[in-house]
């Protein structure tokens, strides 16, 4: 079993930088691919940041790239996100999950187990 919690989220203005932190429990948390989704109102949840257990292969979607940097402390057991030049359409409920099964990074969310709470983030114009 494994359980996640983000924080970090908040209110910031077009050009802004935010920090999400995922913290997970689990012993075996260093053998997993960890993501970070994020969903939109009316939208549905889409791929933005993942990384392999070690932290050696990260994908990132196009509309975050060379923005947004994910990050992981296999000691600490947290996955972090780091924003940079945040956007107003990067508004959106961010969540953090976990793959079991895997060795590498992939996109589509049915392939991750487990699923933090989520944290809101709101990027005003």
């Known amino acids: 079993q494994v359980q996640l919690v983000e924080s970090g989220g908040g209110l910031v203005q077009a050009g802004e930088s935010l920090r999400l932190s995922c913290a997970a429990s689990g012993r075996t948390f260093n053998r997993y691919v960890m993501g970070w989704f994020r969903q939109a109102p009316g939208k549905e949840r889409e791929f933005v940041a993942g990384t392999t257990w070690n932290g050696g292969s990260r994908l990132y979607a196009d509309s975050v790239k060379g923005r947004f940097t994910i990050s992981r402390d296999n000691v600490q057991n947290t996955v972090s996100l780091q924003m940079n030049s945040l956007k107003p359409e990067d508004t959106a409920v961010y969540y953090c999950?976990?793959?079991?099964?895997?060795?590498?990074?992939?996109?589509?969310?049915?392939?991750?187990?487990?699923w933090g709470q989520g944290t809101q983030v709101t990027v005003s114009s």
């Open positions: 999950a976990v793959d079991r099964t895997r060795s590498r990074v992939t996109t589509p969310s049915i392939m991750y187990e487990y």
